[in-house]
């Protein structure tokens, strides 16, 4: 489908959330580190509405606290502490975490604040033991350079990072690990300007380049997030959460606009066929009769377990919940998406995927029957317990009417996959207030100033450099700076006076594509790749030779360079022993040598090569092979 973005209107603004590389975390002075290993502590808690200071209580919160859930926290001592746990009031903000914030502001041009207030916003779904996340703004009104555009920067602030679900077991107990919690995040929120997906990647990635360009952040899939808002003339503002990966930005956006003009289409057909909101009743029937001697496997389950199904009737639906919005992604997945949110269901039947799943054209018909519903009319059924059923099938009606007036508006979190699904409705404005445990810092100007003084190159400036400074081409500078080895380049360079293009093509197209071959790159360290090239620079190892040696040092722990040499055989042969070898390799192949003359070069190039497979450096094989050659054709 080719989509005119211009004529639909498409606005996009991105929130980048990005974890910094600080010693302790924003509110204490615990590590900001993961563990693999088994939890030292594990703590239960439940959720529990009470008036916030505003004096309201929150309908979200209230309605987790019917669900009856119950949250299993997992610590260890090392990355969490009373703080995380919420038994320890929150220590003073996290100076170097504010001071890297504010060097990302002030690279973009942001107005820092004059004081810096922490904010409380109100979170509900376990991963903040407080039940909320604590946020303050550190800038505003900045901008970045987006090819000619110049796009808005509204505000950076700072965060702190939610705990990390690890799982959830039966009896209603998700499972979180706490050390993700209290990790320092910057955030940096665009004006919705961007009128293109691609532009959403363009400008993601300028914004992420900044941000690695204090040098401060964190590194690897899960340290940086974005989130985007989207909407389409007379479609809606939907907030897309959590897209890990900046290359599903365009595609994220492609499917959100997909789905918007498909909901508009849906919306405008069922008018004109005169379907009204208030002909959908939350009306639920009990349909168990109908599916006693059912082969369905699912239902079946339910029945064993005395759980009971129920139906409700969309009039003038049918044929609409089967409408593709997005690939594999139908207005039935939107509503079996809210019914499994609302419902705690694992799913919905409806009668436009029928018959399948066990079920029989007959138990249809008996449904329909059941119900009352007409030739016209969709009947969307679940199997559950009494409350999880209604629930679903109050939120499949609310979802149904929604399709009549057009989008809702809506939090939608990303798969992998680009696709997104319903996570809760759009919060309304009031969900922050003052977090009264922590006071304000002041920023003076002198401090402003003093920050001012050693900004970071920009990352535009630094790509212009490495061209000019070590004659790197556009392409091989770009990957540089995108890259984690930006510094590592510039020492290398330094320590070895290795040619700085044969630097950067092995930090960046070389180690992509040992990775790609499964060998385990990172286990080397920048000291080993530090020594390899001072080795290629002291003539002791080949720039042929250098991946084997990595490979090497990626399976032998603890194990140095000059070992990696020895044990693979790659001790670089003396320009004698070449020279003789050479010569023997020339008596060998004399009659070629007297049919092609100097046209033997390559042929005989090539057997050298090989034969001393990555102990010997071409160039220099190129000049013994050459002047010998000359004189006996001499
Ligand atoms: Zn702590």
């Not at 519903?373 to 629930?391: K, L, M, R, W, Y």
């Not at 540089?480 to 197209?509: C, H, Q, W």
């Not at 034969?611 to 006996?632: H, M, P, Q, Y």
């Amino acid at each position: 489908m080719e989509i005119d973005y211009e004529k639909i209107g498409l606005k996009v603004g991105l929130e980048i959330h990005q974890q910094l590389n600080t010693s302790t975390k924003l509110f204490c002075n615990c590590k900001p580190e993961l563990f693999k290993e088994k939890p030292e502590i594990t703590f239960l808690r439940r959720l529990r509405p009470t008036q916030s200071e505003l004096g309201q209580i929150d309908p979200a919160a209230y309605f987790e606290f019917q669900k009856g859930v119950k949250i299993l926290y997992e610590a260890n001592v090392k990355s969490s502490c009373l703080v995380e746990m919420d038994e320890e009031p929150p220590h003073p903000l996290n100076m170097e975490a504010v001071e890297i914030a504010l060097t990302a502001a002030l690279m973009m041009k942001a107005k820092p604040v004059d004081e810096i207030h922490v904010m409380r916003k109100t979170v509900i779904d376990g991963s903040n033991t407080t039940g909320f996340q604590r946020t303050c703004v550190i800038a505003l009104n900045g901008e970045v350079k987006v090819r000619e555009k110049k796009v808005p920067i509204q505000h950076v602030s700072l965060e702190e990072d939610a705990a990390r679900k690890i799982g959830e077991e039966e009896g209603n107990i998700i499972r979180y690990r706490i050390d993700r919690l209290g990790i320092p995040l910057v955030e940096v929120a665009t004006a919705p300007v961007i009128n293109l997906p691609k532009e959403a990647e363009e400008v993601a990635l300028a914004i992420g380049r900044i941000l690695r360009a204090t040098g401060k952040v964190k590194r690897g899939l899960g340290t940086i997030r974005q989130d985007l808002n989207i909407s389409i003339k007379n479609g809606a503002l939907t907030e897309i959460k959590g897209v890990q990966e900046l290359e599903l930005l365009p595609l994220v956006v492609e499917y959100e606009v997909q789905r918007q003009l498909n909901l508009l289409k849906i919306s405008k057909e069922l008018r004109e066929n005169g379907v009204k909101e208030e002909a959908i009743k939350e009306e639920f029937f009990v349909v168990t009769n109908v599916f006693k001697q059912t082969k369905c496997k699912v239902i079946r389950k339910a029945l064993d377990r005395s759980q009971q199904v129920f139906a409700v009737k969309l009039p003038k639906f049918k044929g609409f919940l089967k409408w593709e919005l997005v690939p594999n992604f139908r207005l039935g997945t939107e509503m079996a998406d809210r019914a499994r949110f609302w419902g705690r269901v694992g799913g919905i039947f409806h009668t436009d995927e029928l018959p399948a799943y066990g079920i029989t054209a007959e138990e249809v018909e008996e449904l329909r029957e059941a119900v009352k519903a007409g030739e016209q009319d969709a009947i969307v059924f679940v199997a559950d317990n009494p409350e999880n059923a209604q629930d679903a099938l109050k939120a499949v009606v609310e979802r149904a009417r929604e399709a009549i007036k057009g989008v809702p508006e809506e939090t939608r979190a990303a798969n992998p996959d680009g696709i997104t699904h319903y996570m809760r409705p759009r919060p309304g404005a009031a969900r922050m207030y003052p977090e009264t445990d922590i006071p304000p810092t002041q920023i003076t100007r002198n401090y402003i100033k003093q920050i001012s003084s050693h900004l970071p190159e920009l990352p535009e400036q630094k790509l212009q450099r490495l061209m000019k400074e070590y004659a790197l081409n556009q392409k091989l500078a770009r990957q540089i700076l995108d890259s984690d080895y930006g510094e590592l380049f510039e020492t290398i360079i330094k320590e070895s006076g290795v040619s700085p293009t044969t630097v950067a093509a092995f930090l960046t197209e070389t180690l992509k594509a040992l990775k790609r071959d499964g060998v385990q790159v990172n286990k080397v360290s920048e000291d080993q790749t530090r020594e390899i090239f001072k080795s290629v620079s002291a003539g002791e190892l080949t720039k042929e030779a250098i991946p084997d040696v990595v490979i090497w040092l990626s399976e032998h722990k603890d194990k140095n360079v000059q070992e990696a040499i020895n044990d693979l055989g790659l001790k670089v042969i003396s320009e004698s022993e070449l020279k003789t070898f050479v010569e023997k390799v020339i008596v060998d192949n004399k009659r070629l040598i007297q049919e092609r003359g100097e046209g033997s070069f390559g042929i005989l190039m090539g057997v050298i090569m090989r034969s001393f497979r990555g102990r010997v450096d071409a160039a220099l094989v190129s000049k013994v092979l050459k002047e010998t050659l000359t004189e006996i054709l001499k």
